[in-house]
Each structure stands twice: as structure tokens, then as C-alpha cells.
């Protein structure tokens, strides 16, 4: 169920036939809730995540409310809930965060607990940084593949 509260949830038309959705913040600032278009581009970033994540529960309409109204030398008296879309890890940790949730739903399956009980909130990449700039047009598909490979592990770790 799409969440709508504030009224901002907008049509648009993505190609001839297919159309798409997104929540407007002018939105907000016409219904008088603060001057949206005057706040740093980051807090727009999470006043949108915040508009789109509003369910009454983990984000209230006060939160949306409380951020939109924000003044730089205001005082800081409330919090709001910082959501998540999507988190990238370089292979470095990327591998050792898969490595730990395959020993966690063993872990599980060995206590007769379902191992798809554990999984991450959000979707998570793993991205392969290649470091050398002598590396070889071989070299470089082969890691190419590797990090394709990876990244459809990842996927399929998490949707299990």
C-alpha cells in the first residue's frame, strides 16, 4: 500500500504508455509546512526518504513535519528516523558482511531455526574495486564477471 499523507504523491509519464510515481516536496511547501526549496540538498534527500517511508509507525507525520520546518540556528529537540534505500559495500567488507551471514543462517538451520529469518533490512551491493591500473583486458573481464557473479549472490542471499 502506497502512503500518501501529505497529498504529495505525483504522476508522471516515463516513455509513450508507462507512467511512474514520485512525492513532490513543492508539494509540502505549498500546503505551508515549511520552505522546502531553501533546505540543504541532503535534508531534502531525507525529507523525501521520510515522505515516502510515513506509515503512522516508524515515521510519523511529525517527523515529515519536524524536518520540513528545520532552521539552521534553530534548536535541535527532536529526532527523525534515518531510513535506508540501499546499502553498498566495497569488496573489502562486502565479502566478509556475506561470509558472516552465511555463518549466521547455518548457525540458525544447526538450532532448527529457519536461516531465511536471517537477512539484511535493506538491499545490499557488493562492489569490486580494482586497484591496479597495470591490470591486463583479461584480467579486468575476469573481475568484471567475479563482481557480476557477487552481485547475484548478494541478491540471491538476500531474497532467500
Request: glycine fraction near 8%.
Amino acid at each position: 500500500m502506497t502512503n500518501n499523507t501529505f497529498g504529495a504523491l505525483r504522476d508522471f509519464e516515463a516513455t509513450p504508455g508507462k507512467t511512474g510515481r514520485y512525492y513532490s516536496l513543492a508539494t509540502l511547501e505549498l500546503a505551508g509546512l515549511g520552505r522546502i526549496s531553501r533546505l540543504p540538498v541532503s535534508l531534502r534527500i531525507v525529507l523525501e526518504s521520510l515522505l515516502r517511508n510515513c506509515d503512522g509507525k516508524r515515521v510519523t507525520e511529525e517527523h515529515v513535519r519536524n524536518l520540513a520546518a528545520w532552521q539552521a540556528d534553530g534548536k535541535r529537540t527532536t529526532e527523525i528516523p534515518f531510513i535506508v534505500v540501499r546499502i553498498v559495500l566495497q569488496d573489502l567488507i562486502g565479502f566478509g558482511t556475506l561470509n558472516d551471514l552465511s555463518a549466521m543462517r547455518a548457525a540458525a538451520g544447526r538450532l532448527g531455526v529457519s536461516p531465511g529469518r536471517i537477512e539484511p533490512l535493506v538491499p545490499v551491493d557488493v562492489v569490486s574495486i580494482i586497484r591496479s591500473k597495470s591490470t591486463s583486458t583479461t584480467r579486468r573481464m575476469q573481475c568484471n564477471a567475479i563482481s557480476r557473479l557477487n552481485s547475484s549472490a548478494t541478491r540471491s542471499a538476500i531474497a532467500s
